[in-house]
């Protein structure tokens, strides 16, 4: 069975790199050819997708995000990471990794951007 599980800082100053990992269990990333994506879900608000990364191949960004945010691999330990520079008190959220197509999704973290 396959989970995704993401982990860092619950609360991040402004100005500040949000960094999250992204460890997925269960099945070596390299055997797939498929994307792998950061989602968040800001309070009261719906899905934003933020980007995806392909086992081979270059990152996806969204257009709104995409001066901020880097997404890449790192393949010796089944896991990818999410960097967003630059937070803002609007990038609090819940954030989420996910592969999309196959509808495998961590639980979830909550990051908070406050000073």
Avoid at 6 to 28: A, F, H, I, N
């Amino acid at each position: 069975q396959v989970q995704l599980q993401e982990s860092g800082p619950g609360l991040v100053k402004p100005s500040q790199t949000l960094s999250l990992t992204c460890v997925v269990s269960g099945r070596p990333i390299t055997t797939d050819y498929v994307y792998y994506s950061w989602i968040r879900q800001p309070p009261g608000k719906g899905l934003e997708w933020m980007g995806s990364i392909p086992y081979s191949g270059s990152p996806h960004y969204s257009p709104s995000l995409k001066s901020r945010v880097s997404i890449s691999w790192d393949t010796s330990k089944n896991q990818f990471t999410l960097q967003l520079s630059s937070v803002t008190p609007e990038d609090t959220a819940v954030y989420y990794c996910a592969q999309l197509s196959r509808n495998w999704w961590g639980q979830g973290t909550q990051v908070t951007v406050s000073s």
